[in-house]
């Protein structure tokens, strides 16, 4: 059973750590990314970077998580 429970456990953990969409918006345009070239980036559409920064939507797997958490520590590295 924990098996199962850690990988939601990290997610949650990840979770709490993703800035709010209004700032991860300001991170990515402060460092001049677009939308388009994040999401390439991350492997998602242009449509899922745009309601994570909206706030109406949050990265569904860990994968996307983490990788846009890292997206975002890079970009404000850069700005």
């Not at 979770?15 to 999401?39: D, F, H, K, M, Y």
Request: with cysteine; aromatic share 6%.
């Amino acid at each position: 059973m924990t098996e199962t429970i850690s990988p939601l456990l990290e997610y949650l953990g990840a979770c709490e750590r993703l800035p709010s969409p209004g700032r991860c918006r300001a991170i990515r345009e402060r460092a001049g990314v677009t939308q388009a070239l994040l999401a390439e980036e991350l492997g998602v559409t242009r449509q899922a970077v745009s309601a994570w920064e909206a706030g109406r939507a949050a990265p569904h797997n860990s994968k996307h998580l983490a990788a846009y958490l890292e997206a975002l520590d890079l970009m404000e590295g850069f700005a």
